[in-house]
């Protein structure tokens, strides 16, 4: 590495001297006089073979694009024979050895632009290839009429002088349809890279162009300005070797024009075909004309068809639900329209919720989660069969329409509620259902759905009175072993639903931090009276019994699936945000919010409370005590947002 940082930035130095030096000269003084001779022989040969140097220390010293550079090394080494050959032999006779090495140049860096472009071939779209070849035969039809032509008027010599000479405008038509190519490819923003191997064969073909017309011109001279492209051209493909712009970045694809390429390439070969109508240009421009018209026609029908693709795809994900496959609320809607304007026999719709699956979700994660809806909405999609259809309209809500005979309703009502059903070790999953008969109950979409949502939620609101039943239940049983408790759990309930509406907790995440905080010392009942009345500091065989209380309560609440969604919260709720709480040792954001704000509820309300052993205390030493405990037991956040709404609270109480 320390190697390169000297040889590269003197490298550089000396070629970019180098050419400035040649430029002046040759911009300074006459052909002929020995300062110029001297530059346009010697300085003009020594940055030839220089570029090859760099080109070829590129090749062994990095192996990324090896084979690549190798090739390129060759054709700059091809060329520099050449060169150096014209110098030291001055054949006489055309073409001689020195023709064949600056010819091979050509197909040489063909092949190794090629070998670069390779690699990422398979990023790259068949439409834009296609803008690629089309680019490429519009830049070799242009070539062809202009430097093909140039040639084929002023050709004159033996059959094999004329083929030289036709093949070097030959080489520069293949070479710019190379560069072209991929300049089409990457939208025409190339990277550092390509921008300047482009500059480097451009420099070569602008050159070979200006000696052709100045030689079939008789206007020629060896030492000018014209001498300095060609050793310039080979430095810019030699400084294009260590460029890395990550390659990837130089093949940019997003946000391209469609058609500007075709277009602009439709427009080049007419240009020529009318050209040749009226003037006349060579056989191979008027082919190669045609072929790019032929490329741009068979790009508009790989557009038309990929637009059609496009289309139906997105038409398809417009209604269809990414993580089911079942249909969207879209395609219900429409659905639903289409079944009651041809009220055909009795459909049936069903609306679905799950029951227990927000528990699921945080006992397994999200993952497991969207696999668990995966698996009921394939089961669901089977249920209906030929007769009807089984969409997802977001969340963990599901929906069926189906046509069925009258006496078929309750068998299918049943399969799709056990078809939403998945039980297995810690969880179980069901579903409250709306069923609707169309067009018997609604002939509007949006009335049958309203009235399925109705019926949802009358029979969730049904279950859920189930639920209050049993937590009542609960709550007298805490009651019964400590008579004073009910009156405290109600205090941390309604504090942690006001800390929770202040951290922005959903409906649906305040009702069970509710339930949380009123049970989350539900576990105590299974710890013996003569532990939890024992008036000494208890011993450590007791107070394992306390620490398994969390463990306790949470094993009894899922046992019912109306609480499961609430075990966790529970079992957390006596963690502490250092790490030290029980029954897991959980810190920081590993606890569960809502078990986070009821720590620091439950303390709160217990220092605010009188108690058998002590007079509660003033709200600012209570508060005061909280903010020790910040960043200890408590979650600093949960800390400051009691403190807010206790000062905001007292505030509004002074005010009245």
């Known amino acids: 590495m320390s190697s390169h940082r000297v040889w590269a930035p003197l490298t550089w130095a000396i070629a970019v001297g180098g050419v400035a030096a040649l430029g002046l000269v040759l911009l300074t003084t006459s052909s002929g006089e020995r300062l110029n001779s001297f530059f346009d022989v010697e300085v003009y040969l020594a940055l030839i073979v220089l570029s090859v140097a760099i080109v070829a220390r590129r090749a062994y010293t990095v192996e990324k694009d090896r084979t690549a550079w190798i090739v390129i090394t060759a054709a700059l080494g091809s060329s520099a024979f050449a060169e150096l050959y014209d110098a030291v032999v001055a054949p006489t006779q055309y073409p001689s050895p020195a023709d064949f090495g600056w010819l091979a140049f050509y197909p040489l860096l063909y092949a190794g ?21 089309t680019a490429s035969l519009a830049a070799a039809a242009l070539g062809a009429a202009v430097l093909v032509e140039l040639v084929l008027r002023s050709a004159e010599g033996s059959a094999s002088a004329v083929a030289t000479n036709l093949a070097y405008p030959l080489g520069d038509v293949l070479l710019l349809s190379a560069v072209f190519g991929i300049f089409s490819l990457a939208n025409w923003r190339p990277g550092r890279r390509w921008l300047v191997l482009g500059l480097g064969v451009l420099a070569t073909t602008i050159a070979d162009a200006v000696y052709l017309f100045q030689s079939a011109a008789g206007t020629y001279r060896q030492g000018t300005w014209l001498d300095l492209l060609w050793p310039a051209s080979m430095l810019l493909i030699a400084w294009a070797a260590w460029i890395d712009d990550g390659d990837e970045r130089g ?8 058609l500007a390429v075709p277009a602009t390439c439709a427009l080049v070969s007419i240009g020529i075909l009318v050209y040749d109508h009226f003037g006349g240009v060579n056989v191979l421009a008027v082919l190669l004309a045609t072929a790019t018209l032929l490329a741009v026609l068979l790009r508009l029908v790989a557009t038309f068809r990929e637009n059609r693709r496009l289309y139906v795809q997105t038409h ?9 496959g079942l249909g969207n609320r879209r395609k219900l809607l429409l659905d639903l329209d289409d079944v009651l304007v041809r009220r055909e026999g009795v459909t049936l719709l069903m609306l679905f919720d799950l029951d227990g699956f927000k528990g699921y979700n945080d006992s397994f994660g999200h993952p497991a989660g969207d696999a668990l809806l995966a698996r009921l909405g394939g089961k669901l999609g089977g249920v209906p069969g030929e007769s009807g259809a089984a969409y997802r309209l977001g969340g963990d809500e599901f929906c069926l329409v189906a046509s069925v005979p009258s006496n078929e309703v309750g068998p299918l009502i049943d399969r799709a509620s056990d078809a939403l059903t998945e039980r297995g070790e810690g969880f179980q999953v069901a579903s409250s259902f709306g069923a609707v008969l169309l067009p018997e109950e609604a002939t509007e979409a949006s009335d049958a759905m309203r009235l399925a949502d109705e019926r949802l939620y009358s029979q969730k609101y049904s279950r859920r009175g189930e639920s209050d039943r049993t937590m009542n239940a609960f709550l007298q049983a805490l009651g019964e072993r400590e008579p004073d408790l009910q009156a405290h759990l109600e205090g941390v ?19 069970d931090l509710s339930r949380a905080a009123q049970l989350h010392d539900l576990g105590k009942l299974a710890v013996p009276d003569e532990i939890l009345e024992k008036p000494g500091p208890l011993d450590e ?18 046992a019912s699936l109306a609480f499961r969604s609430i075990a966790g919260i529970v079992r957390s709720s006596h963690e502490s945000w250092d790490g030290s709480g029980y029954p897991d040792g959980l810190a920081g954001e590993e606890i569960p919010l809502a078990s986070r704000i009821v720590c620091a509820c439950d303390a709160f309300a217990a220092m605010t409370s009188d108690r058998p052993y002590r007079a509660a205390l003033p709200l600012d030493a209570a508060l005061e005590e909280l903010r020790k405990g910040a960043g200890a037991q408590f979650d600093p956040t949960v800390v400051r947002v009691i403190e807010a709404h206790v000062l905001d609270k007292l505030e509004t109480g002074r005010a009245a």
Do not use: K, M, N
């Not at 632009?113 to 070849?133: H, Q």
């Not at 093949?251 to 469609?258: D, M, T």
């Not at 006001?498 to 951290?503: A, C, K, N, S, Y």
């Open 316 to 324: 398809q994900e417009a209604t269809t639900d990414a993580l089911t």
């Open 251 to 258: 093949l940019a694809v997003e946000g391209r024009p469609l």
């Open 493 to 511: 309930a309604t504090l942690a639903v006001e800390i929770g509406e202040r951290l922005g907790l959903r409906r649906d995440e305040l009702e």
């Open 541 to 558: 065989r007791e107070w394992a019994f306390i620490r398994q209380h969390t463990v306790v309560g949470e094993r009894i609440l899922r």
């Open 113 to 133: 632009i090629v070998l670069l472009i390779l690699p990422r071939a398979s990023s790259i779209a068949g439409t834009l290839w296609l803008d690629g070849v």
